[in-house]
Structure formats: C-alpha cells, structure tokens
C-alpha cells in the first residue's frame, strides 16, 4: 500500500524506500508479483457513492518503486482500486502498461476485469499466469460492456461467479505452465482462514490453479499444500502505514518464494521473514525474528504442511 502517508514519504524519499533492504531478494527472483492496495494516479476524486473509511492513492510518480523491485504483475482486484472512483483506476491502468507492470483483477469491462493475464518468465521460458478475485466491494464489480471495475467473486461455490472464476482457472490453465489465482478474501483480521476459504482455495486448485495467493487479512496465515499445490491463505501486511495492532502484529509477514521446475511442478518455498518500520519492509531480526517463524510454524503444523528453518538463508523453507 503506497497511499496516504507512505506516498507523503515518498515525496522526499527515493522509489527504493519502501522496500528497505528487501530489494535483492526481488531482484534475484525470475519473476514477481504482488498485491496493489491503493490506485496509482494523479487523478480522481474520494469514492462517496458507498460509506467508506479509507482512501489509499499514491501519486502517478510511483510507478517508479514497482519498477524498482521489477515487479513483473500486480493484483488489483482488492477494495482499494477504486478509492478514487473510475477516473484514477482507468488512469492508473495506463500508468501501469506505460511501466510495462502487467495487472489482472481489474478492468474497463468485465472481459478484462476477469480475463487472466499470462506472461513469459525470461530464465525458463515459463508461462506464468495469474486470475485475481476478491469478494470485498460487491459495488465496484465489473460487469457488462461500460461499466469498470474489479472482478468480484462471492466465496460460495453455487453462486455463478464462483462457476465462471473456476471456468477461468480451466481455460487459462490450459496456456499456463504455473498458475496463480489471487484471492482478496474475507476480514481484515484472523491468523487462520475463515472456514469457507478452505473448500473454495481446493475447488480452485481441482480447477487447475498451481497456487493460491491469498490477502486482505493484515496477518499472516498457514500454508496448506493441497494435491502437491500451496494455499496461501493471506500473505498479510508487506508495506503500508497502518497502525500496528500489538496482539495480531500486522507489521509482520514474510517473501514468499515460490520454486518450481522447468514443468512448472512445484519445489518447494522459502519464506524471508519482514517487518514494518517507518513505510518500508525490513528483514526481521533477533528477538522479534523468532516470534514470526514459531507463528507461522504453528500455524503451518495445523495443516500438516511441515517447516525447516535455513540459518545460512534466513528463510523458512517449506518442501513437498
């Protein structure tokens, strides 16, 4: 989230900041992606068409701290999008293919809002793909041939939107080597998932997803492995301004990296645990280091899904 006083930083500070010393994990990746809580533009006007608290804009200039990280694709299907009504997210859409950052989630009609975006990793010539959902804002849903917005999906697996997300993760799976669906899901808090995300996170890898991205939640929670394929029910907080809530530490999460082999089939993947300080991540250290990891061991051990820690790699490594 690069909004509100993350971007006041960023007035001052260089596109670099945000991502504290996190940056050469990015750099060393074949190929990022991330969720985009806020619009990225110098347009629009507060969303007031429905009651809401908060407004995450970031000026068009910021591109640059994506650009920075080389983030390859970005989610927009959240409920910050459209903050800024359809004037700053069309905007921001232009923003980002000027930036060449690819996005799925969001769109001027529902065929782009719903459509998966597919791109080629440079190293392997792998296809990765990626459908991004959320079912926060039922407002700001795409639908039709003039009508912008994010693409919006109940989690409730007899609603029809549910059909067509599955009938999406089917068709794009059929191009892509590795598919992620992003899913913006539930409440802001909980360490575990609310139980209807655990059938529906399945029924999507039945459907042909390799994983499942999950956010909303400020905090982490478990990875189940399903069929070989990981659930990663909410990622949590990476960078923003929140204040931090002392219990559920929402200024905790970690770098998921993913590997997987020429095929596509997954390796396994390493957890860089991070901090909040001052708008930008931070590679935890010692004490606060451990309470993450034992977290998200505990967590991880719920689902069985079974967890190493890499002292020489400062990581969390979890293999199938």
């Known amino acids: 989230m690069l909004g509100r006083l993350v971007n006041e930083v960023l007035k001052k500070e260089s596109p670099e900041y945000p991502w504290g010393d996190t940056l050469d994990i990015f750099q060393q990746a074949d190929y990022r992606i991330c969720n985009l809580e806020c619009v990225?533009?110098?347009?629009?006007?507060?969303?007031?068409?429905?009651?809401?608290?908060?407004?995450?804009?970031?000026?068009?200039?910021?591109?640059?701290?994506?650009?920075?990280?080389?983030i390859d694709m970005v989610s927009l299907a959240n409920n910050h999008v459209l903050d800024y009504e359809d004037e700053a997210m069309m905007d921001m859409l232009e923003?980002?293919?000027?930036?060449?950052?690819?996005?799925?989630?969001?769109?001027?009609?529902?065929?782009?809002?719903?459509?998966?975006?597919i791109l080629t990793t440079q190293k392997e010539k792998l296809k990765i793909g990626l459908i991004a959902f959320t079912d926060n804002e039922p407002e700001w849903e795409a639908s039709g041939d003039d009508d912008p917005g994010v693409f919006y999906v109940p989690v409730d697996l007899a609603d029809k939107r549910a059909e067509y997300l599955m009938h999406q993760v089917q068709?794009?799976?059929?191009?892509?080597?590795?598919?992620?669906?992003?899913?913006?899901?539930?409440?802001?808090?909980?360490?575990?998932?609310?139980?209807?995300?655990?059938?529906?996170?399945?029924?999507?890898?039945?459907?042909?997803?390799?994983?499942?991205?999950?956010h909303s939640a400020h905090v982490f929670q478990g990875i189940e492995i399903y069929k070989g394929k990981p659930i990663l029910y909410s990622t949590g907080d990476f960078v923003d301004?929140?204040?931090?809530?002392?219990?559920?530490?929402?200024?905790?999460?970690?770098?998921?990296?993913?590997?997987?082999?020429?095929?596509?089939?997954?390796?396994?993947i390493k957890l860089y645990p991070t901090v909040i300080r001052n708008m930008q991540a931070r590679i935890?250290?010692?004490?606060?280091?451990?309470?993450?990891?034992?977290?998200?061991?505990?967590?991880?051990?719920e689902f069985n899904t079974k967890s190493t820690w890499l002292e020489s790699e400062h990581c969390l490594e979890i293999r199938t």
């Open 171 to 214: 068709e794009a799976k059929k191009e892509a080597n590795f598919l992620i669906v992003s899913a913006h899901w539930g409440p802001n808090w909980g360490h575990r998932p609310q139980p209807e995300h655990i059938p529906f996170a399945k029924a999507l890898i039945d459907a042909g997803a390799d994983l499942i991205f999950g």
């Open 40 to 70: 990225i533009s110098d347009k629009g006007q507060p969303w007031t068409i429905t009651p809401k608290a908060f407004h995450f804009r970031s000026d068009s200039k910021n591109i640059a701290v994506l650009e920075k990280a080389r």
């Open 95 to 117: 923003i980002l293919d000027d930036g060449e950052v690819a996005y799925a989630g969001a769109g001027m009609i529902f065929v782009e809002a719903s459509a998966p975006t």
């Open 284 to 301: 935890a250290q010692e004490p606060e280091l451990k309470d993450i990891v034992f977290k998200m061991i505990e967590l991880c051990d």
């Open 241 to 268: 301004d929140y204040a931090v809530d002392e219990i559920e530490r929402n200024d905790q999460s970690f770098i998921f990296e993913v590997e997987v082999d020429e095929k596509g089939g997954l390796r396994g």
